[in-house]
Structure formats: C-alpha cells, structure tokens
C-alpha cells in the first residue's frame, strides 16, 4: 500500500508556536491526538481528506475546546 505523507504547518493552539506535522492522507479522514514538538500538550487533531486522497481540511483543537 503506498502511503502519502504531506508536510504542513499549524499553529499549537497551546503555546501559539507554528509546528509541521505530517498527514498520511491515504488513511482517508482521521482524528487523533499528537504532542506539540515546543510544548509537548497533546493536540486534537481532525482531518478532512476527499475521495481522491486530497487534503480538505486541518483542525487543530484544545482538549478543553
């Protein structure tokens, strides 16, 4: 199974520092949960991706959002 892996930028909801993350987007839509690399709070994260394996959408949330 070939995996695309997608670098992108966020903004930790936490600490406010821009952070990359890497999207798997051949796992179709997901959420989960990843450390801010700065200041280590998890961040909820939801993703969007269409049919066609493209990136719709990023979400990146406090657990107390």
Known sequence: ML???DETQITCPYCGETISILIDSSA???EYHEDCSVC????FFSI???HEG???QIEAK???D
């Open 3 to 5: 995996h695309i892996q």
């Open 28 to 30: 179709g839509s997901q």
């Open 40 to 43: 280590c709070t998890p961040i």
């Open 48 to 50: 969007a991706i269409d």
């Open 54 to 56: 493209n990136l719709i």
């Open 62 to 64: 406090r657990d107390d």
